[in-house]
């Protein structure tokens, strides 16, 4: 897949302490905005705060514009450049290279992707992604997989076992009561 990170290489038990320890983000809904380089893909970052560890950290989702292509990403980058943790729903098959027999160095797309203690990336699925029936519907659902990613990366909305929404529209800065009139109270002189 791609070379040795030395940063996860040196410092192992940290990577796994920003991967699977709690962390909680506020945001909600997350608004996804057209990416800057790739007008077919929509992306945010939000700031995600780690229950133990300072570093700061953020979950990134990018999102193709046509159905099932998406990714979900937590990335420190004062740790390592690279974004640590990911899910990627649609793509191709990685291939391993790790001490498993060929037959189980393939692992096809959707999948998580983070390092061993050896700094190598690697690919995986979850027991709930091995099943063929909850993968697709995870794979072709933003909401399923960012639920998905959110449990496998133990992430609260506001503390709780939650996952926000997504949206594409700009937040109202005025929430606009459509039935109030605007006017109604005030005397006007003739």
Same mark, same amino acid.
């Given at each position: 897949?791609? *070379?040795?990170?030395?940063?996860?290489? @040196?410092?192992?038990?940290?990577?796994?302490?920003?991967?699977?320890?709690?962390?909680?983000?506020? *945001?909600?809904?997350?608004?996804?905005? =057209?990416?800057?380089?790739?007008?077919?893909?929509l992306?945010?970052?939000? +700031?995600?705060?780690?229950s133990?560890?300072?570093?700061?950290?953020?979950?990134?989702? *990018?999102?193709k514009? &046509?159905?099932?292509?998406?990714?979900? +990403?937590?990335?420190?980058?004062?740790?390592? +450049? +690279?974004?640590?943790?990911?899910?990627?729903?649609d793509?191709?098959?990685?291939?391993?290279?790790? =001490?498993?027999?060929?037959?189980? @160095?393939p692992?096809?797309?959707?999948?998580?992707?983070?390092?061993?203690?050896?700094?190598q =990336? &690697?690919?995986?699925?979850?027991?709930?992604?091995?099943s063929?029936?909850?993968?697709?519907?995870?794979?072709?659902?933003?909401? &399923?997989?960012?639920?998905?990613?959110? @449990?496998?990366?133990?992430?609260?909305?506001?503390?709780k076992?939650? &996952?926000?929404?997504?949206?594409?529209?700009?937040?109202?800065?005025?929430?606009? *009561?459509?039935?109030?009139?605007?006017?109604?109270?005030?005397?006007?002189?003739?």
């Amino acid at each position: 897949m791609s *070379e040795i990170n030395l940063d996860v290489k @040196q410092n192992y038990e940290y990577l796994e302490e920003l991967s699977f320890s709690e962390k909680n983000i506020q *945001e909600d809904p997350i608004f996804l905005k =057209e990416k800057d380089n790739r007008k077919d893909w929509l992306k945010n970052s939000v +700031k995600v705060e780690h229950s133990t560890a300072k570093e700061e950290m953020s979950l990134i989702i *990018e999102k193709k514009l &046509f159905p099932y292509k998406y990714g979900i +990403k937590l990335h420190s980058p004062k740790f390592t +450049k +690279k974004p640590f943790f990911r899910f990627d729903s649609d793509g191709p098959t990685h291939r391993n290279k790790i =001490e498993n027999s060929l037959s189980d @160095q393939p692992i096809t797309t959707p999948h998580f992707n983070t390092y061993d203690e050896k700094g190598q =990336e &690697f690919a995986y699925k979850s027991e709930v992604l091995k099943s063929e029936k909850e993968a697709k519907a995870i794979s072709e659902n933003i909401e &399923f997989g960012i639920s998905h990613f959110f @449990q496998e990366t133990n992430i609260k909305l506001n503390g709780k076992d939650e &996952f926000p929404g997504l949206t594409t529209k700009n937040p109202e800065l005025f929430k606009i *009561e459509t039935q109030t009139d605007p006017l109604n109270g005030i005397e006007f002189l003739d």
